[in-house]
């Protein structure tokens, strides 16, 4: 592959932010995180996970006509 990097295509979006300087320093220190823009980051992750659980969790029952999903044994 010669040119591996011609097919990537990246978006990146500046913006500026008013953040509790203390809370991304609590944050920078209990995460893995190296910079704030991967605090910010990691916290927008967990925001659409928990969202995505959120409406997981409101169509429980919903459904009323599916079968059990198969499942492996293993």
């Given at each position: 592959m010669t040119?591996?990097?011609e097919s990537a295509c990246f978006v990146c979006?500046?913006?500026?932010?008013?953040?509790?300087?203390n809370?991304?320093?609590?944050?920078?220190s209990q995460t893995r995180a190296r910079t704030k823009t991967e605090?910010?980051?990691m916290g927008l992750r967990a925001l659409l996970e928990r969202e995505a659980r959120r409406r997981l969790?409101?169509?429980e029952g919903k459904l009323?006509?599916?079968a059990a999903t198969?499942?492996?044994r293993s």
């Amino acid at each position: 592959m010669t040119h591996a990097y011609e097919s990537a295509c990246f978006v990146c979006m500046r913006t500026t932010l008013d953040l509790d300087e203390n809370l991304v320093r609590s944050a920078l220190s209990q995460t893995r995180a190296r910079t704030k823009t991967e605090v910010i980051e990691m916290g927008l992750r967990a925001l659409l996970e928990r969202e995505a659980r959120r409406r997981l969790r409101a169509l429980e029952g919903k459904l009323p006509d599916l079968a059990a999903t198969p499942r492996r044994r293993s």
